[in-house]
Nanobody
Framework: QVQLVESGGGLVQAGGSLRLSCAAS????????MGWFRQAPGKEREFAAA????????NYADSVKGRFTISKDNAKNTVSLEMNSLKPEDTAVYYC????????????WGQGTQVTVSS
């Protein structure tokens, strides 16, 4: 059973920074990518960033491009999201997710971690 556990959320002032981490455990076959999604109150969950597990190629939503950086540590089986220049609109629950090669969508999800940016 694959488990994803996020950490690093919290409260920060606008313009500040936070670093989220996600630790993956369990039997993971054919991992293609890992990503971060977020869900703000009253809104649908949206994509924030993703990284190819094999190549390290990254992809970002336009709303976070230039401010967020996703990275991975294959040896530690972790993925991180460095968030800089945070804005109140970045307030959301952030979820780590794992995509299996050939799957139509992300199959495994963490429990989420709250990020609150005060103005």
């Amino acid at each position: 059973q694959v488990q994803l556990v996020e950490s690093g959320g919290g409260l920060v002032q606008a313009g500040g920074s936070l670093r989220l981490s996600c630790a993956a455990s369990g039997l993971i076959f054919n991992r293609d990518a890992m990503g971060w999604f977020r869900q703000a109150p009253g809104k649908e969950r949206e994509f924030a960033a993703a990284i190819s597990w094999a190549s390290g190629v990254t992809n970002y939503a336009d709303s976070v491009k230039g401010r967020f950086t996703i990275s991975k540590d294959n040896a530690k089986n972790t993925v991180s999201l460095e968030m800089n220049s945070l804005k109140p609109e970045d307030t959301a629950v952030y979820y780590c997710a794992l995509h299996v090669r050939g799957a139509a969508r992300y199959d495994y999800w963490g429990q989420g971690t709250q990020v609150t940016v005060s103005s």
